[in-house]
């Protein structure tokens, strides 16, 4: 079983009302779960549920405490099913008052073919090959098992204050580091995958945390399937760090350049 | 009183769990009410709670169905109170089988002095007085609450099919028609007050909905008050039209450049 399944894995029986999951050892970050892998596997919930209609389509995610290593109950609901579009609410509970730790949003909706039109373009990369491989094994245990090959803005901390700040932008390749075919689970986690943009803004990790990620899926199932387990074109970017909250903005490209995702968040820092 | 302010308003006492609002007529859309106005409506419900701490910092709106021209229930949950930071979920609920219509995720923080960076600049423009007034009475009710003057992608419909499309850029100044302070509730409504995008890059008004709006205010309180009822320079995109589904991207910048709000939006569209 591929680590990200196993991260994502819930007891239960899909048309359950409230299932389990269980934090892994393998995504871990600093104080909890990596965000990525907990948005993924309340995603996962809707997707397996019998009566969920549709490809994803939006998803939020609200980090509203920390994670603590081990079981937690993910209730899922419901709220509205329209001829083409679904509304789900995801709750993750843990703890003695079974207190939320996270909810999250997520539309489900049918893919129909359409008039087609991408503004965005890919950026231009170098082939994966011809870029280093991030040294992704001397950090936290979830970026072990990304791959990332920087061309441009790749996490380098320690540094002397910058003046002005560093960009906050950043330009990769980014797959899976243990290869697995690519699906709304995995895109929706690698629209996390991202170093917190302050890290290398300020050239240090000041305590931080991600309070809240929307994700848009710009393509179908199907589309995703063809896509397999070859890197996507990531690029993140910042536009304001301000009393204690900072932005993040990212886009996901796969084959011959068609935006997959966007994504934004907003996370807490102090500095 | 402001015309923004009745439409937003709700009854029953600010700490009841199922408050109450209602449709305007001064707002009006296509099928129901202006999606600004409604997501300022689900906001109130949480800032006017007696229970709530700090400044909303994010705000996901899902348009589960259209509302239905008069009232409709507003169930305020707070769903997580941290330290410094809650976690709220709204619902408006309406018809025989009160069926959620809207569904709404929104964090309040303490907006604590920090270290500041803005790598967003606020777009060159014109000065609001040497750009023409857009005729916003020939439109749907809720654009007559606006005041637009477009520095770049106005609004034109009626043009033979685009080849290649239109850009999906707009750039202008927005105000309340009647002036009014800027607040959280009229930034949010504002920051949604921007024509389809793919209106005028067709160049013609195809079915269209917003699905789901994602808001992030980057200015506390005290420095939204200090803005008065100057107009914001605005500026709005997309990435992709794809599938039946598009996107939209907005920044919102008051004073000095000062970046207050950014927003994402999909919308369905049959085109």
Redesign the interface.
């Known amino acids: 079983m591929h680590p990200f399944d196993e991260t994502t894995a819930l007891d239960g029986a899909p048309g359950d009302p409230v299932r389990h999951g269980r934090t892994s050892d393998a995504y871990w970050t600093f104080i909890g779960p990596f965000g990525g892998a907990s948005a993924a596997t309340a995603l996962r919930a809707v997707l397996e549920h019998p009566e969920r209609a549709g490809d994803p389509?939006?998803v939020?995610v609200?980090f509203?405490?920390p994670i603590e290593r081990g079981r937690f109950a993910v209730h899922v609901r419901r709220?509205?099913a329209?001829r083409s579009?679904q509304?789900w609410?995801v709750?993750f509970r843990q703890g003695d008052g079974e207190?939320?730790?996270l909810?999250a949003?997520i539309?489900t909706?049918?893919?129909?073919?359409?008039?087609?039109?991408?503004?965005?373009t890919a950026p231009a990369l170098p082939q994966p090959g011809e870029l280093p491989a991030f040294d992704n094994t001397r950090s936290l245990a979830w970026v072990a098992q990304y791959g990332f090959r920087f061309a441009e803005g790749a996490l380098s901390i320690d540094q002397a204050a910058p003046e002005p700040?560093n960009?906050?932008r950043s330009l990769f390749w980014l797959q899976d580091q243990q290869a697995r075919d690519l699906d709304f689970l995995s895109l929706l986690a690698m629209s996390d995958a991202f170093f917190g943009r302050i890290f290398q803004?300020?050239g240090r990790i000041p305590p931080f945390g991600t309070?809240?990620m929307?994700t848009?899926f710009?393509?179908?199932a199907d589309e995703l399937a063809a896509h397999g387990s070859a890197p996507l074109a990531a690029l993140a970017?910042?536009?304001?760090?301000?009393?204690?909250?900072c932005?993040q903005t990212a886009?996901l490209y796969g084959r011959d350049g068609q935006?997959l995702a966007?994504a934004?968040q907003?996370a807490?820092?102090?500095?």
Chains 1, 2 share one sequence.
């Open positions: 389509l939006a939020t609200n509203c405490a709220a509205r329209n579009s509304h609410q709750e207190e939320p730790v909810t949003s539309v909706a049918a893919r129909r073919e359409s008039w087609t039109h991408q503004p965005a700040p960009s906050a803004v300020i309070v809240s929307t848009y710009h393509a179908a970017d910042a536009r304001v760090f301000h009393r204690s909250f932005d886009e935006l966007t934004v907003i807490y820092f102090r500095a």
